[in-house]
């Protein structure tokens, strides 16, 4: 039996509860642009309205999300992975009861698992299923291997870019990577784009057709467009305090730009029935890949 085939019998030994989690990924082409800013913002207006989240920082090596969340975790996904940590041990519980959990220094060595780590993974990761209904994974920015990962097993990317040429390139450049790498599909994929650190609606729109006309041109690759979060003190100042500028200053032209994604995210959730892969069918993702790499 090869490895493949045993990932496959793991999953079966563990059937996934319902109903589970819609699955959101964050990244962009370059840092600097307001991902993690923007991943932390959407959970609190999500959870305004009533939806459970709970957060993964993925962005290996830094811990943006953890101090705008002013919390230090004890455990990350490397203590479930590795050290036999149950799900709820690595799960800190920060501002407005949003779950949060770190990445820790990375997954590595996947490829290496065997069948009774797998099922022990497996069968944590699928109770997050059971208590949320959100789970948005902020991602490293650029087009490593790890990032590169996270987003062929996501349904929905979200790319968040500026009005920077830099900016724009660098989105182009990610999503050509992410359209040549054999496991994405963009038939099981939504990418919207949000335009962040704008003056104006119009400028954000400007900055979204650029994008989506060499993206047209050059990869014939659907984007959306999800909106602009303008330039905003309000945001500024919330930064420097470590707090999420939609608990900070919930009526700010930024905060009201995330409560607006937030309902725009939620109207598409009901628009047509969207097929949810849920935590553990998102991981095992992840592992059959790093596996036929191995």
Known sequence: MDQAEQLRNVIKMNPVPVPLARIITVTSGKGGVGKSNTA???????????????????????????????????????????QR??????????????????????????????????????????????????????????????????????????????PEPTSITDSYSLLKALNQHPRFSREDSKIKVIANKVTSAEEGLSMFNKLNSVVNRYLKLPISYLGEIPQDAHLENAVMQQMPVSMQSPNSRSAKAYERMAYAIMDKEYEKPRTKRGMAAFFSHIVAGNKKMG
């Open 85 to 162: 940590k149950s799900i709820t041990d690595i799960i800190t519980w920060g501002p407005m009861d949003i779950g949060f959990i770190s990445g820790g220094s990375g997954i590595t060595g996947l490829a290496n698992l065997g069948k009774d780590y797998l099922n022990y993974i497996i069968q944590n990761l699928a109770k997050l299923d059971a208590i949320a209904d959100v789970i948005i994974i902020d991602t490293g920015a650029g087009i490593s291997d790890a990032v590169m990962d996270f987003l062929v097993a996501s349904g929905e990317i979200f790319v968040v870019a500026t």
């Open 40 to 82: 932390i913002n959407l959970a609190c207006q999500l959870k305004k309205l009533g939806q459970r989240v709970i957060i993964l920082d993925a962005d290996f090596g830094l811990a943006n999300i953890e101090i705008m969340f002013g919390t230090v975790p004890q455990h990350n996904l490397c203590d479930l992975i590795y």
